[in-house]
């Protein structure tokens, strides 16, 4: 019996068979560094811009000026575009400007957000990074929303061109350091201050959301978040930490409309959130195009023992498993929008770890969309979260201080060489990130 592909090579010739173009053959593996494609992976860093308050309010910690980035800026961003990389995690230090109501200080923004523009780079801009401008006090202000709104739509104003947003970085964090565990800015310790921090916080990003979209009708929004997790290594198991677990959902519940679990609605409850408070957070979700962000320190996934020391827990979860989490409760598409270790020789192992947990999460079909290592440099005191101005540099950064290289660079754009051009979903080159304005759903 003759082969069929004795059939075609005498037909069509050796080299008659058209490939891929066509939609046969094998394809295309995605390798290659990032080329800026609306249906391709995004991957990213950020510029660590942290601006908390410490010492009852009398020591500013501005990590964009101790990390030198007020002077390296140009250099900075030229950095990111030779390491190959098309989107940037970039914080405006909202505390520098938004001066008063309905004054701000635009120059150093004005000059960063050019050169980003020049240098083809996507900003996912940050407005508020765990600080407030002084004349705003802290987040126990009931006006903090409507001052905060004002501001994001001033700056969607004057930066048209950008569409990625992450309004409030990290917002049960902001709350729980700011109002739980006392160490910035109110520096307080209750229930009470923590719930109405959050609620605020949440409010702000919402009403700063809507008013984006305004302007920016396809406007996406990148809520990262703490994926955090406390193992308890106890035989009987308590329910304040049980309690302590879920809280780490209460923003994004809030967020996005989603239903807290009944503790959690009663610690809410019994900590000064009002019917009507929940039930406008209850009304809908915020406008836009929504993504989840997670980020995963293995530090910040600890192990509590039976004397009451706590441990470090690192992958015992992981971000594969705590970010599956936050999927199946939210249903949106994720982000691992942070991640590093303060050991430069062990960072290139943690950023493929990191990479691994994101492969495994999409081929089990959850619909990862970007990857950022935070960040560009080395940071200050992040090992003490900021708690103390002691100087310590933390060795995390794809490059250092002095703007060297540190190992985990070349391992960065080693992994972009390799997959900077995946889909943003697994055979996914029907999907693209289109310009169309972002509607809301609902579930069918």
């Given at each position: 019996?003759?082969?069929?592909?004795?059939?075609?090579?005498?037909?069509?010739?050796?080299?008659?068979?058209?490939?891929?173009?066509?939609?046969?053959?094998?394809?295309?593996?995605?390798?290659?560094?990032?080329?800026?494609?609306?249906?391709?992976?995004?991957?990213?860093?950020?510029?660590?811009?942290?601006?908390?308050?410490?010492?009852?309010?009398?020591?500013?910690?501005?990590?964009?000026?101790?990390?030198?980035?007020?002077?390296?800026?140009?250099?900075?961003?030229?950095?990111?575009?030779?390491?190959?990389?098309?989107?940037?995690?970039?914080?405006?230090?909202?505390?520098?400007?938004?001066?008063?109501?309905?004054?701000?200080?635009?120059?150093?923004?004005?000059?960063?957000?050019?050169?980003?523009?020049?240098l083809k780079l996507t900003p996912i801009l940050d407005l508020m990074h765990f600080g407030l401008p002084d004349w705003l006090g802290d987040f126990q202000n009931p006006e903090l929303p409507v001052h905060f709104a004002r501001y994001a739509e001033a700056v969607a104003k004057r930066y048209p061109w950008v569409r990625y947003y992450t309004p409030v970085n990290e917002i049960y964090?902001?709350?729980?350091?700011?109002?739980?565990?006392?160490?910035?800015?109110?520096?307080?310790?209750?229930?009470?201050?923590?719930?109405?921090?959050?609620?605020?916080?949440?409010?702000?990003?919402?009403?700063?959301?809507?008013?984006?979209?305004?302007?920016?009708?396809?406007?996406?929004?990148?809520?990262?978040?703490?994926?955090?997790?406390?193992?308890?290594?106890?035989?009987?198991?308590?329910?304040?930490?049980?309690?302590?677990?879920?809280?780490?959902?209460?923003?994004?519940?809030?967020?996005?409309?989603?239903?807290?679990?009944?503790?959690?609605?009663?610690?809410?409850?019994?900590?000064?959130?009002?019917?009507?408070?929940?039930?406008?957070?209850?009304?809908?979700?915020?406008?836009?195009?929504?993504?989840?962000?997670?980020?995963?320190?293995?530090?910040?996934?600890?192990?509590?023992?039976?004397?009451?020391?706590?441990?470090?827990?690192?992958?015992?979860?992981?971000?594969?498993?705590?970010?599956?989490?936050?999927?199946?409760?939210?249903?949106?598409?994720?982000?691992?929008?942070?991640?590093?270790?303060?050991?430069?020789?062990?960072?290139?192992?943690?950023?493929?770890?990191q990479w691994i947990n994101i492969m495994r999460l999409r081929a089990d079909g959850v619909p990862v969309v970007g990857f950022t290592w935070y960040s560009l440099t080395d940071q200050i005191d992040w090992d003490i979260a900021l708690a103390e101005k002691r100087g310590q540099v933390n060795e995390?950064?794809?490059?250092?201080?002095?703007?060297?290289?540190?190992?985990?660079?070349?391992?960065?754009?080693?992994?972009?060489?390799?997959?900077?051009?995946?889909?943003?979903?697994?055979?996914?080159?029907?999907?693209?990130?289109?310009?169309?304005?972002?509607?809301?759903?609902?579930?069918?």
């Amino acid at each position: 019996m003759t082969s069929f592909l004795k059939a075609i090579k005498k037909k069509l010739g050796e080299n008659g068979y058209a490939g891929d173009q066509h939609g046969g053959a094998s394809g295309s593996s995605g390798s290659g560094l990032p080329d800026g494609s609306a249906g391709n992976f995004m991957f990213a860093t950020g510029i660590e811009c942290s601006y908390p308050l410490i010492d009852q309010g009398a020591t500013r910690r501005d990590q964009l000026e101790e990390c030198g980035h007020y002077t390296h800026w140009r250099e900075d961003l030229q950095l990111v575009k030779d390491l190959g990389l098309v989107f940037l995690r970039y914080g405006l230090p909202y505390y520098r400007i938004h001066q008063a109501p309905g004054k701000y200080d635009w120059h150093f923004a004005d000059e960063a957000m050019n050169e980003m523009r020049r240098l083809k780079l996507t900003p996912i801009l940050d407005l508020m990074h765990f600080g407030l401008p002084d004349w705003l006090g802290d987040f126990q202000n009931p006006e903090l929303p409507v001052h905060f709104a004002r501001y994001a739509e001033a700056v969607a104003k004057r930066y048209p061109w950008v569409r990625y947003y992450t309004p409030v970085n990290e917002i049960y964090v902001t709350a729980k350091m700011s109002a739980m565990d006392g160490l910035w800015n109110e520096q307080l310790k209750s229930g009470r201050a923590f719930v109405t921090a959050i609620k605020h916080l949440v409010a702000a990003s919402i009403l700063a959301t809507q008013r984006i979209a305004k302007h920016r009708p396809d406007v996406v929004i990148i809520q990262a978040e703490s994926a955090e997790y406390l193992h308890e290594g106890k035989a009987t198991q308590s329910k304040e930490i049980r309690l302590h677990n879920k809280q780490r959902f209460i923003s994004l519940d809030l967020l996005y409309a989603y239903p807290p679990d009944a503790d959690v609605f009663t610690f809410l409850m019994d900590n000064g959130l009002t019917r009507e408070e929940y039930d406008w957070f209850m009304a809908g979700e915020p406008p836009g195009y929504q993504i989840t962000g997670n980020d995963y320190y293995g530090r910040n996934e600890k192990i509590l023992k039976p004397d009451g020391s706590i441990c470090t827990a690192q992958d015992v979860m992981g971000w594969y498993q705590i970010t599956r989490e936050y999927y199946h409760r939210y249903k949106k598409p994720v982000m691992h929008t942070e991640t590093n270790t303060f050991d430069a020789e062990e960072n290139p192992t943690w950023l493929w770890k990191q990479w691994i947990n994101i492969m495994r999460l999409r081929a089990d079909g959850v619909p990862v969309v970007g990857f950022t290592w935070y960040s560009l440099t080395d940071q200050i005191d992040w090992d003490i979260a900021l708690a103390e101005k002691r100087g310590q540099v933390n060795e995390c950064g794809l490059y250092d201080l002095n703007r060297k290289p540190r190992p985990v660079a070349a391992a960065y754009r080693s992994l972009l060489e390799e997959f900077g051009q995946i889909t943003v979903v697994p055979h996914g080159e029907v999907f693209e990130v289109t310009e169309r304005k972002a509607s809301l759903k609902t579930e069918v």
